[in-house]
């Protein structure tokens, strides 16, 4: 790993333990799981999975989009002792499914709907934010894609229901944190100073005002409610008997079976869609091996259910603020999963100081930077086969969940490519090459998404030191995924491997230009 990223490593491990915090709490708490149970799992999606993943910039840990298959599991399964039994064996399912090189499927993900993933995200984090930003906690932190339509209250509702019920001291905390945020965005001075990230500052800053209030303005004292709430055993006895182990006498449960696959499917899904969004945001653009990735997810939730902890998934919140405050090695995720090991051990008292109006500061920043007014702007250029999609994914997320509202981009997505594209490939011009040889690769008529996966993996295996010839000169139509595969291959790809690219009959009737930096050669 890069020893240039060492200190914004750490400091980004900082931050992103400091918003990982109150969500494996939070998440853990809206699954109806033992609060410890959420610290363990980000413990160990930091720091074991950090160790095996190959991805540098993801972050692992408990994911709200399980928590409705955990709190019916519990429920359904009798206790929460079998239902770790289902989390160790949706991890055996997931080692299996990384072996049997499953997760190439993540390359069939458009990039219109991964980016209406992230911007849903972004929009679902800032709205659920609102609340602990004003004092009024109605959601559980971290609890993005819940809508509790037996109450007869969703996300949207509680929002208006913030301006009757805030607190002029949790109002005032998240205002700074925004400011202080905005600053660091903005200020030219700000940006030089490493030492210290914004979000960081932000914690700190906020705990100091909250501390000020509490000693002198006791009316805008925030109540320890609307502060992180961290387990706090008082002997080691009583930190050891937070963990439980699976009840395996259920190994003959049928239910318990059917849970883990659940599991196992619902999180590695999760998993690769994050993986694919992190590629996205990750500045270097470096490669992800998806299956060594679910290898990595199977340890994890092996681990986690058998000592008491909750499944995980790569997380694109954490894996957003972690890009934001610096990171660029695996590093930072370890560090933020010794971070959270230490804390339990050594600071509970402290961190409980910390006010929810911080971190909901911080995390409607990085939910701003999702969902920013020039992605939709950059969406809407690229056309309406890469609009309507990305609009869809985005609505269909927010007003169902993750999983359903992905499922319905993409068949919007789908039915948009094939409508106009039956049949689309390219030509390999030999399947052997060897280093420093001459290599041409020729693209049919028409090329879609579907060939996405293919083109990645040739350019990927393309040897070190060769020349390679990219023609486009008989294509009509290339989607704009496989542009950005050949763009990305010119700028970082083929300079890492030191090859020589000549990319000739790309047209400029494609009418794509604004979609890619590529250089147009004819």
Not at 433 to 442: N, T
Request: neutral net charge.
């Amino acid at each position: 790993m890069q020893k240039q990223f060492l200190k914004t490593d750490l400091l980004s491990g900082l931050v992103v333990f400091l918003v990982a915090l109150p969500l494996c709490l939070g998440i853990a708490l809206a699954s109806g799981a033992p609060l410890f149970s959420g610290i363990i799992s980000g413990i160990i999606g930091g720091i074991v999975v950090g160790l095996l993943s190959n991805s540098q910039i993801s972050v692992s840990g408990p994911a709200a989009g399980l928590t409705a298959i955990i709190v019916t599991a519990i429920g359904s399964l009798g206790g929460f002792e079998p239902f770790l039994l289902a989390v160790v064996l949706a991890g055996i399912f997931q080692l299996g499914l990384g072996y049997l090189k499953a997760g190439s499927i993540s390359n069939y993900f458009p990039s219109n709907v991964i980016e209406g993933m992230l911007a849903a995200i972004g929009i679902i984090i800032i709205l659920t934010q609102l609340p602990h930003a004003v004092g009024y906690d109605i959601e559980h932190e971290g609890d993005f894609f819940f809508i509790d339509k037996t109450m007869n209250h969703n996300i949207f509702s509680d929002v208006i229901d913030v301006i009757n019920f805030s607190h002029l001291g949790a109002v005032t905390i998240s205002i700074v944190s925004l400011l202080i945020l905005i600053s660091f965005s903005t200020s030219k001075i700000l940006k030089k100073i490493k030492l210290l990230p914004g979000a960081l500052v932000v914690v700190i800053a906020g705990t100091l005002i909250n501390s000020a209030f509490t000693a002198f303005i006791p009316s805008l004292a925030i109540g320890q409610e609307h502060l992180v709430n961290l387990p706090t055993p008082n002997s080691i006895n009583d930190f050891i008997g937070q963990f439980k182990t699976p009840d395996f006498s259920s190994i003959t449960n049928l239910n318990v079976w059917i849970v883990a696959i659940t599991i196992a499917i619902v999180a590695s899904i999760e998993t690769l869609l994050c993986i694919e969004a992190a590629v996205k945001i990750d500045p270097l653009k470096r490669f992800t091996n998806s299956n060594t990735e679910l290898k990595a997810q199977g340890v994890g939730n092996i681990l986690s259910g058998l000592i008491g902890g909750i499944p995980m998934t790569a997380v694109i919140v954490r894996t957003s603020a972690n890009v934001n405050s610096g990171g660029r090695t695996k590093r930072s995720s370890i560090a933020h999963g010794v971070f959270l090991l230490l804390s339990v051990l050594a600071i509970p008292y402290l961190l409980n100081k910390i006010p929810l109006a911080s971190l909901a500061g911080v995390l409607i920043m990085i939910g701003y930077k999702l969902a920013s007014p020039s992605i939709f702007k950059k969406m809407w250029a690229n056309g309406k086969y890469q609009f309507i999609p990305f609009a869809a994914t985005v609505i269909a997320i927010i007003s169902t969940d993750l999983l359903k509202g992905i499922g319905i981009g993409l068949v919007v997505s789908v039915f948009f490519i094939l409508r106009d594209n039956l049949k689309l490939a390219y030509f390999f011009k030999k399947e052997h090459h060897q280093e420093g040889e001459h290599i041409k690769i020729k693209l049919a008529q028409e090329v879609s998404f579907l060939n996405k996966a293919a083109i990645k993996q040739t350019l990927y295996e393309v040897p070190n030191n060769s020349a390679v010839t990219i023609d486009a000169s008989n294509s009509v139509y290339i989607d704009y995924d496989v542009l950005i595969i050949i763009d990305e291959f010119i700028r970082f790809g083929s300079k890492d491997k030191n090859i020589t690219v000549q990319l000739i009959g790309l047209k400029k009737e494609y009418q794509i230009e604004n979609s890619s930096h590529i250089s147009l050669e004819n």
